[in-house]
C-alpha cells in the first residue's frame, strides 16, 4: 500500500503554542485527535505521526561545502510552515484524502495530502 503524508500548514504570521490556547478548547482538541488516532491505528492506517515546535525554533544545517554551516532558524522564509504530520497507508489517493477529512475535522485546520515517492521497481 501507498504512504501517505498528511501534512498540518500553519500561517508564518503566527508561531501558536499551546500554553496559549484555551485550556477547554485543547482539551477538545486532543480529545478529537486521540479518536482519530485510534480509528487509525484500528483500521491498520497508521504508520507514525508527529507534532513540530515553530520554525522559530529550527535549526537548518548545510554540509554541502567544505565545513557544515548551522543557521538558526528555517532554511525558507515561507507564507505557511509545517506544525505536524501524519503518515499513514491507503489502498488509494481518494482513501488518504477521506483520512485527511477526518484529521482536519479533529484539528480544525487545513490537512495536505501528498504520496511520499516509492522506489521505482527494478
Same mark, same amino acid.
Given at each position: 500500500m501507498t504512504q501517505y503524508f498528511l501534512s498540518l500548514p500553519h500561517d508564518s504570521a503566527e508561531e501558536p503554542t499551546m500554553?496559549?490556547? @484555551?485550556?477547554? /478548547?485543547?482539551? $477538545?482538541?486532543?480529545? %478529537?485527535?486521540?479518536?482519530?488516532?485510534? @480509528?487509525?491505528? /484500528?483500521?491498520? $492506517?497508521?504508520?507514525? %505521526?508527529?507534532?513540530?515546535?515553530?520554525?522559530?525554533?529550527a535549526t537548518t544545517v548545510d554540509n554541502t561545502g567544505d565545513a557544515p554551516v548551522l543557521t538558526d532558524g528555517p532554511f525558507v522564509e515561507a507564507k505557511e510552515y509545517l506544525g505536524g504530520f501524519w503518515i499513514v497507508e491507503a489502498a488509494s489517493n481518494?482513501?488518504?484524502?477521506?483520512?485527511?477529512?477526518?484529521?482536519?475535522a479533529a484539528l480544525q485546520s487545513r490537512v495536505?495530502?501528498?504520496a511520499l515517492q516509492e522506489r521505482p521497481e527494478e
Open positions: 500554553a496559549e490556547m @484555551d485550556p477547554t /478548547e485543547l482539551q $477538545a482538541v486532543f480529545e %478529537a485527535v486521540d479518536q482519530f488516532n485510534t @480509528d487509525l491505528q /484500528e483500521q491498520g $492506517a497508521w504508520v507514525f %505521526a508527529g507534532g513540530l515546535n515553530p520554525p522559530s525554533t481518494e482513501a488518504a484524502v477521506e483520512w485527511a477529512k477526518q484529521a482536519s495536505e495530502v501528498r
